[in-house]
Structures are given as C-alpha cells and as structure tokens.
C-alpha cells in the first residue's frame, strides 16, 4: 500500500520472539472483546456492566470459578486430544467420539461389577478402573481412526467425525428409553454413581485437575526432548523424510491417535464422573461433546504448545461460562454467548498473521516515486 | 565494477549496486548488470551464488534492499512480476508452473492480464498461432500439457511469456530437466529467438557448456559478487572455473589400486512396482564387495528410483531378493537396514532427506533418532547431537549462519553436503547415493565425489546411481547401464567405455543381464 512518500508492507518477521506470541493473543482478546461491544450495545446494554457480569462471573464468583475450573480441566484434556495428532499432521477432528466413549466406558466399571462388588471393593480401586477404562475406550476409538489411516489410508478427519456421530447415538441407546444404563426414574439420563465412586475433591476441585496439569508440563519436553516426540514432530512436517529416517508411519499415527484418544476418554471421565452435582451422563451430553470442539481451537491458537494451551482454554472455558451467565442476568438475546467466542476465535486466527508477519514502513526511493508509464517502447 | 567491453549500445536492462541481505546471509552485494539488447547473457555461479536472488529482483518476486533498475533506459521498481511483465520482463522458472490438465493454448492464455470475465479462446488461438509461427514454435496448441515432453513444456513457458509481451526472457536453470537432444534444440532456438525477433535472453546456469555453446556474454558471480564480465567468445570453460570457484578444482576419480574386500551385497533378480503400479523394476541382479562402486547409469525414469527404494528399504519388492553380510534382507524395515549400516542419500534432498522447517541439528537426528549412543531412556541427548552437528558441519565444510539454522535457508550444495555428511557419519558399510551431485555446483560437486571415495577406501561398498557418465566413469568399479528397469550389462571399469554405456543407456546393444 502506497501512502504519499511511504509504502506499507506485510512482511515476514524474520524472528519470533515469544513476547510476541503472547502480545498478540492479548490484542486479539481486545479486539474481541471490542467487536462484541456492538452485540451488548445492539441488546441496548451498557457494554461495562456486560464485561463485568461476564468476568465477574467467570472469574470472580466463587461458584462461576469453580465451573470455569471444571470446564478449564475438561477443554485442557480435549484440547490434548486433538493437539498430540495435530503435531504429527493429523486432524482428531472428531474427539467428541472419544469423550462419549471415555464417559460410557467409565460408567461401564460400575455396571458390570454390579452393586455388590462396588460396595466390597476399595472405592480407590474402583476409581482407578474407571478412569483407566475411560481412556482405554477414548483411545480405542481413537486408535480405530489412526489404523484406517496409517494401513489404508482413510481420512482421519472423515473416520473421527462419523465415529463420533455412532457414539453419539450409542450413548442415547445406552441411557434413554429403557437402556442399560438409564437411571431408576427414567429421565433420558444414565444412573448417578454411588458416592464412594465420586471422584476426590482437592479444595473442590476433582484431581483430574492434577492430570490436566501433569499433561500441560509434561507434553511439550514430551515434543521437544525424545525421541518419540522428534518422531511425531518430523512426521508432521514431512511423513516422507519421516519415513525415509526410519519412522514407522503405521506404529506413529497408532501412537498419536491412542494418546490424543485417551485424553479425549479422560476429558469424558471428567465431566460425567468427577465435576460435582454431576456425576451422571446427564440428558443433553451432546452438549459436552461439542464444547470439546473448542478444545481443537485452543490447540490450533496454542499452536501446538501444551503449556501455551493452558490460559487460552482458561479464558475460553471462563468467557462460555460468563457469557451465558451475563445472557441470563441481562436478558441478552439467545447466542450472545456463542457470539462472543466466534469472535475470539476469528480475531486470534487473525492475529497470526500478525504474529508471523509485521507492517514495514518503508520510505519510497524519490526516483522510483513518478509514475512509470506501463507500456512498452516500441522499437 | 565497471563492464570491460565499450563501443556498446546502450544497455537494455541495467541493474546498479543491488544488495539484498536476508536473515543472516547477505545474498547479493552490490552487483551491477547490464545486458544488452538482442544478446544472450549468461549469468554464471554456484548454488548459494545468488544468481536466483538476482533473478528474482528483476523479476519482480524480491525486492532489493539497495539498488536500482533500469529497464529500456527507464528507472523502474518492481513491486510484484506484474510489473516486471508491463515492462516486457518474463521469466520462466527452472520447475515448470502449468497446469497439466489443461491444453497448451489454455496454459498460454491463462492469467494474462487482458482475460478477464469471459475467455474467448478462438480469438486467442488465432493471436497465440500468429505469435507461434513468428517465433518458429510447433508445438500442437490443443495437446494437453502432461501429453508434451519436458523440453515441449518449457516452449510453452517461453511463448507464455512472449505473449504477455515479454521482450526479455529469463530462464532459471533451463536445462537442468532436459535430455542432451532437447537442450540443443532449446539453446538452438533461443539463438533464432534473439536472431530473428530482437529478443534478449538471460540465461541464469551453472554449466559451463551452455554458456560457451549458446552465450554471448557472461557475469559470474561468486557469493553474491560479481567477480568478472567477459564477452565469451574471449572465455574458456578454466577461465570461467577459476572465477566460479575461486580457485581450480580438480575431480578426484578412483584410485584403481585399492584392493577389493569381501563380497557384501547380493541383489538376485529384483524387481518392484513404480507408484502408479506399473512394474519399473524388472529383475536386476548384481553383487558387490567391501570397497567397491557400481555405477547404475541411466536417464532418470528407467527404474532408477525403485531400485535405489527397494535397497533401503522403502519400496517392498515384487520379486528376487537381497543378501547383506550373508543374511536376507529382503523384507526388512527403513529402520532395520539403518541399524544394520546401510545408508541412503535420496534424490529427493528437500523433500526425503530432509526437512525444511527442522534445523540443521534436528536435521542431523533424522538418521540418529534411534541411536542407542544419541538417546538416553527415550530421551535424547541434546548436546551430543549438537556436537555430532558441527562435526558434520565443519567436516564436509556446510556454509550455514548457525546449526539451529532451518535447513530451508541453505542452498542447495550445502544441504546436499549436510545430508551426505549425515548418512557418511553413521559409517554405512554399504551406501545407496541417487543423484548425489545432481543440480550442484563445481565445487560441492567435487566435495561429493571425494567423499563417496573416502567413503569406498574405508571400506563401504557403494551403489550410485546417475546421470552423468563422466561421474559414473570416473568413480565406478563396476558399470550398469539402466534401461527400462533392466541392467543392460555389468561391465567392469576396463570394459565400460563412454561410447558402450552410453548406448545401453538408450536402450541399444542389450544383450541381457549378466552378473559380475
């Protein structure tokens, strides 16, 4: 772009500092949150009672802090889902599947142990097997989308995305309409776990924040530092050089796929059998298998960074729950919520673009500045 | 700097004091060039010289950091090729940019600039058969591009930019995908080009036949420097070398008194499948000793490609079977032959053997990744790998700003020397180079060489496989000609002749395989 003497020029940065990073996910939270001033002022809202009932709920309400936790620990375990594939090329687009199948297979312990076993065995145990059985089903499923790929080269995005549509409905047979795992009353929901099976609360918060947390420290050395991780990375960047180094492109994707699975079994656990007043896979858990899609946000706005990932889910699991809330409180309009986070999410795509490239002014050579004729001499 | 030759007209194009720096190399400094109209100017260098930075800028697709052009005695300043196009600029790049699908007349016509909306291709065809006929063209407008040879697609890019009214051509590396028959008529018709129609050429290489053959006038330009302007009718391919380089280089060719070690490889009767499930390998059979070279030579497409993957590994084959050190390695894995010290440098250095985002020491890991002595409980060993990288770098002499330098920003000898560096420091007993030296200047061209010889006096057995004959010749022990998946013969160095290999290269003279 031309301006007087000056040109403005997008240019791409030749270093990437950190700093950088991290300036430009907070100018793109401004702007969204500037572009959703328009929504409250179009609802004839003032705008700072709106952002105050939204972070204020989110973040500074003790039972709106707690939720924000809970959901956080959930979008971290969905966002490790679709970030561990990711990093090998591969798109675990449909981990909803994994979250559904984490939460059946968690449910499943107790139902096939039958109440008499549940009440002998140590709940601990109980617990255990629960959440190894939530991530063993998440990372089957999982592991059935990474094999297609790596043996027959099916689509991963296409497979993930028609098993999470099967699970889906397996979940309904499973708790509507007299299935097995209906509860006594016959509401369309699964029965509640006894309450030795609830899992452990550390300062009311259930421990699978720990494993959250675990895997945020731990997956980036994970990328970085071994050789599994070399293995994933230089897959994702290039699964011929992979291959030719001596990569089995079969055992990776499986690798990837079982792992991103098995977070995405966790992340069902979570929901379904440690955030208290829960503790049921309720009616509408469709509900909690699409707000697993933000997790495929996050880990594209982290931009693979696990530890990266963390304030990104925080903020997206708080501004969901603000949103919704300040909806109620205000009487916004219905999707004033979804809006909101449609607009983070355009704004911190956009700000990519900022991140790899910057705005040069540069000063016009003063004989480069008259116009050049465009035709050619003719001789 | 000031050109040498006077009593010339004026320049047609003129590019002064132009300096480009990028991350951590400066590309161009300071260079002047002038070309003058209806010539052929070649602009002569090694990989990393600079000559595609040049290019570029004049193009359009750079801009100069300093500097400034001058184009039909008019300053210019190009911000995108569009504009070096209006100023009668075209270029045509060293990968071919069509569309195979489409026709020739489809390839010409599409996104010139006065398409807009609706295509009329009849008007089109009429203007682009006028333009065609004026400059001798024969290609068939209406055959699909994937129908036409290599040399066919490259006409159609010059009459491409021709009919965009370019009346400077530049040519990136034009013959570097050519057969020796269709680089003559190329060269033949640029000569009819600036001849008959007032055209001017600008021919960016680094070989020096073209240049004598088909130039009348040469800039060399080492590491980013123009270091000579000569008319070349008063040149000499020494003169030239000695510019490019610096200094005289000598290739090294095999040291015949090396005793031969035990048999170590035995290839009995392989063939494979290519990717589009023809059978491109079809039964070769060959054995090679400790210390030995067997030269395949052939034009690139003759099963060249599927020979060199079933040895490593990467393409099963359909039939016939290899021995290592008296064990059947036929079905083994990439990963296994590795560990077993056979060693691989693909054809394929920026997209197999290496990879662009990685840097250089994560480069290095690719062949080190499951090395016992570069990982510690799956960990790996960060600061051994970064010493085993600059030992490789020092050692085969890789021109890189830092080892955590992506290996996107070397030029291409220099990642050819990292890789090769990378497979010849796991001290493979048997080594598969394909194409090692293909597209590389003298000098890297030269290291190569002398490293697959030391690699030989150490002991490895060795199977290149190549183009060049004058390579094959002066390296091999052994010679096998490739043609249509079959080995022609397996002649030894005595036997093999350039006139023999050469022509069971073009499929003549076969007399069957025969083992050595």
Not at chain 1, 14 to 19: D, E, G, K, Q, S
Not at chain 1, 56 to 83: D, E, M, P, Q, W
Not at chain 2, 68 to 78: N, Q, Y
Not at chain 2, 450 to 456: K, N, P
Request: charge should be positive; proline fraction near 5%.
């Amino acid at each position: 772009m031309k301006l007087g003497r000056y040109e403005l020029t997008l240019e791409p940065r030749p270093a990437l500092p950190p700093f950088h990073a991290v300036l430009t996910a907070v100018v793109a939270i401004l702007l969204a949150l500037a572009f959703s001033s328009v929504l409250f002022l179009s609802a004839e809202t003032n705008i700072f009672t709106a952002y105050r009932a939204v972070f204020s709920y989110a973040f500074f309400n003790s039972h709106g802090l707690l939720a924000t936790v809970h959901r956080s620990i959930f979008l971290l375990f969905c966002t490790y889902a679709f970030l561990v594939p990711l990093r090998a090329g591969l798109w675990n687009i449909g981990l909803p599947g994994q979250v559904y199948a984490g939460g059946l297979a968690g449910f499943a312990v107790p139902f096939v142990l039958g109440a008499p076993q549940v009440r002998a065995l140590p709940p601990d145990l109980l617990i255990v097997l629960m959440m190894v059985a939530a991530a063993t089903a998440g990372a089957a499923v999982g592991g059935f989308a990474g094999v297609l790929r790596a043996r027959f080269q099916v689509n991963e995005i296409l497979v993930t995305m028609m098993l999470n549509s099967i699970i889906f409905w397996l979940v309904a047979y499973m708790i509507k309409e007299g299935g097995p795992f209906m509860s006594a009353t016959g509401e369309g929901e699964s029965f509640g776990l006894p309450v030795p099976l609830h899992a452990p609360l550390l300062l009311g918060v259930p421990f699978t924040a720990l494993l959250a947390l675990g895997a945020a420290v731990l997956l980036d050395p994970l990328f970085a530092k071994t050789a599994l991780g070399y293995r994933i990375r230089a897959f994702g960047e290039s699964p011929a050089a992979a291959r030719y180094g001596g990569i089995i492109p079969m055992a990776l994707s499986l690798v990837v796929f079982l792992l991103g699975g098995a977070f995405a079994g966790l992340a069902g656990y979570h929901y379904f059998a440690a955030v208290p007043g829960v503790y049921k896979i309720p009616g509408n858990y469709g509900y909690y298998g699409d707000l697993g899609f933000y997790g495929i946000i996050c880990a594209l706005i982290a931009r693979g960074s696990s530890l990266g990932a963390v304030p990104i889910v925080v903020l997206f699991a708080g501004l969901s729950l603000g949103a919704r809330f300040a909806q109620g409180e205000l009487r916004l309009p219905f999707g004033v919520d979804y809006a909101l986070l449609g607009l983070l999410m355009i704004t911190f795509v956009a700000s990519h673009v900022l991140y790899r490239f910057r705005f040069a002014w540069r000063r016009i050579p003063p004989e480069a500045l008259p116009h050049v004729s465009a035709e050619l001499p003719q001789e | 700097m000031k050109r040498g030759s006077a009593a010339a007209p004026e320049p047609i194009l003129a590019a002064r004091g132009i300096t480009k720096r990028f991350p951590g190399v400066l590309a161009l400094d300071d260079v002047d060039l002038d070309v003058y109209p209806g010539e052929i100017h070649a602009v002569l260098g090694q990989n990393g010289a600079g000559k595609t930075t040049l290019m570029n800028i004049l193009f359009g697709l750079v801009q100069p950091d300093e500097g400034t052009l001058e184009v039909f005695g008019r300053r210019v300043r190009f911000r995108s090729p569009h504009d070096a196009l209006t100023h009668g600029i075209g270029m045509v790049h060293q990968t071919r940019r069509l569309v195979s699908a489409h026709t020739v007349l489809e390839n010409i016509v599409l996104g010139h600039p006065r398409v807009r909306g609706v295509l009329n291709l009849r008007a089109a065809r009429t203007e682009v058969e006028t333009l065609g006929n004026r400059y001798g063209f024969t290609v068939d407008l209406g055959a699909r591009v994937w129908q036409l040879s290599e040399g066919e697609r490259q006409w159609v890019e010059i009459l491409k930019a021709l009919y965009r009214g370019a009346r400077i051509l530049i040519l990136d590396e034009p013959t570097s995908a050519l057969t020796p028959p269709e680089v003559k008529t190329l060269l033949a018709g640029l000569q009819g080009l600036v001849r008959g129609q007032g055209i001017t050429v600008i021919l960016v290489t680094h070989k020096l036949p073209i240049v004598m053959s088909a130039s009348h006038r040469v800039t060399v330009l080492r590491s980013g420097k123009v270091v000579v302007r000569l008319k070349t009718a008063e040149a000499t391919e020494e003169i030239l070398v000695h510019h490019m380089v610096g200094r005289d280089v000598a290739f090294r060719s095999t040291d015949r008194a090396l005793p031969t070690g035990r048999p170590l490889l035995e290839a009995e009767q392989l063939a494979a499948f290519n990717d589009k499930g023809l059978l491109a390998l079809r039964g070769v059979s060959f054995s090679l000793r400790e210390g030995e070279v067997l030269g395949v030579a052939g034009v690139t497409g003759n099963g060249q490609e599927e020979l060199a993957q079933v040895l490593a590994g990467l393409r099963p084959a359909a039939s016939g079977s290899v021995r290592f050190d008296g064990q059947d390695i036929t079905r083994l894995s990439p990963l296994q032959r590795w560990q077993r010290g056979i060693g691989y440098v693909p054809a394929e250095r920026s997209e197999v053997a290496s990879i662009a985002a990685f840097s250089l020491v994560e480069n290095i890991t690719l062949n080190y990744h499951f090395d016992p002595a570069f990982t510690r409980r799956g960990v790996l060993d960060d600061a051994g790998l970064e010493r085993l990288t600059q030992r490789i770098l020092s050692a085969y002499n890789v021109k890189a700003p830092h080892q955590h330098t992506r290996a996107q920003h070397l030029s291409g000898g220099n990642l050819q020397k990292l890789i090769l560096g990378r497979v010849l420091s796991r001290r493979p007993r048997f080594l598969i180079a394909h194409l090692p030296t293909h597209g590389l200047d003298v000098e890297a061209t030269a290291f190569v060489r002398a490293s697959l010889l030391d690699a030989r006096a150490a002991g490895a057995a060795v199977l290149l496989v190549s183009e060049d004959l004058d390579e094959i010749l002066s390296l091999s022990d052994w010679v096998a000609p490739i043609y249509e998946g079959r080995f022609g013969a397996v002649l030894s160095r005595e036997e093999a002749d350039a006139e023999t290999v050469g022509a069971m290269m073009a499929g003549s003279l076969l007399k069957g395989a025969r083992g050595q």
